[in-house]
């Protein structure tokens, strides 16, 4: 399905007449107008910590501009947890039409809003065509007005988590040391390559620990990874850092707060200021296509 008919069979069950022809040409010049740039957090493997790392950056990114989370791990997203929010409205209400991305918005600080993922709702892990549209126009319309938007992406490879990432201007990998976690993050570049070549994806490693050998060295788990994507994608993601296994994590969370704001003098959240600056430095230099506009467009290659 291609996007100007997605558009169509979200917004009117009726022919589309002159009026509704207008409208739609407004709303796609709205989501013209990119300003944000969006970096996703992806690891293929769950509980590799793409929550605690959007949580530290969106306290890093608020302080320097307006940034929007947007949980993609629809139907149990916790994102919210650790703004300490609860949402009243989330991508649920959107895709049963009850409101708007813009209305879905919840208020999480002065500089930072978050659309919600929605919990128990089985059924949103596999959006169909018209349900994607709608967020997608909704995110198109909404994302000029933030400097930075942060998805928070689902665990896994479907088609759906993918879509959301390869839609970003950035994808951010997080993995752990653990051999799974390798695989999986292996196989969600794999999968996102195959949607956008040009896309480098940046590498970061959690849980680093001194204690388990040089197996769990954070060089070496990059190496391992950009080894096999060099030796069968003809790639190499790119090593942003490395964060320790450090108890302040489990903490923090336990309090609903990021790392760098529960535990600002903890290792973990030395390493994830020095993770946000070396990704604003690196985001500043990267094309803005716009999350709502890819989103969309991908609905089209998929038709
Ligand atoms: N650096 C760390 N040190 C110690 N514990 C950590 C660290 N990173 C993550 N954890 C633990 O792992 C848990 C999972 O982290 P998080 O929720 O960020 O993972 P996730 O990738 O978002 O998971 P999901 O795939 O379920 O969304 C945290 O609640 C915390 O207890
Ligand atoms: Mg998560």
């Not at 813009?102 to 809003?113: E, L, M, N």
Request: net charge neutral; hydrophobic share 45%.
């Amino acid at each position: 399905m291609g996007w100007e008919q997605a558009l169509r069979l979200w917004r009117s069950p009726v022919a589309a007449d002159s009026t509704s022809a207008r409208v739609a040409a407004e709303r796609r010049a709205q989501m013209s107008v990119v300003r944000a740039v969006s970096l996703c957090m992806a690891s293929g493997k769950g509980g590799t910590g793409k929550s605690i790392v959007t949580a530290s950056l969106a306290d890093e990114f608020g302080a320097r501009g307006r940034t929007l989370i947007v949980d993609a791990d629809m139907g149990v997203g916790n994102a919210h947890i650790l703004q300490n929010t609860a949402p009243e409205r989330s991508f649920v209400d959107v895709v049963a039409h009850r409101c708007s991305v813009a209305q879905a918005r919840t208020v999480c600080t002065p500089t930072i809003d978050l659309v919600g993922g929605g919990s128990g709702v089985s059924q949103m892990s596999a959006l169909n065509a018209r349900d994607v549209a709608r967020i997608a126009h909704g995110l198109g319309e909404v994302e000029s007005e933030y400097d930075y938007v942060l998805v928070d992406s689902a665990a896994g490879i479907s088609d759906q988590t993918v879509s959301f990432a390869a839609a970003c201007d950035a994808v951010l990998i997080v993995t752990t040391p653990d051999v799974t976690a390798m695989t999986d993050a292996y196989a969600f570049i794999k999968v996102l390559h195959a949607r956008r070549a040009e896309l480098v994806p940046w590498l970061v490693v959690n849980r680093i620990s001194s204690d388990d050998g040089p197996e769990h060295d954070a060089q070496h788990v990059s190496e391992r990874i950009s080894r096999v994507c060099e030796k069968f994608l003809a790639l190499r993601p790119v090593m942003l850092g490395a964060i320790p296994d450090d108890r302040a994590v489990p903490r923090s969370v336990a309090q609903r707060r990021s790392v760098v704001q529960a535990a600002p003098h903890s290792n973990a959240a030395a390493a994830l200021t020095a993770l946000a600056r070396e990704v604003a430095v690196r985001l500043s230099g990267v094309p803005r296509g716009g999350v709502g506009r890819r989103l969309a467009r991908g609905l089209e290659a998929a038709e």
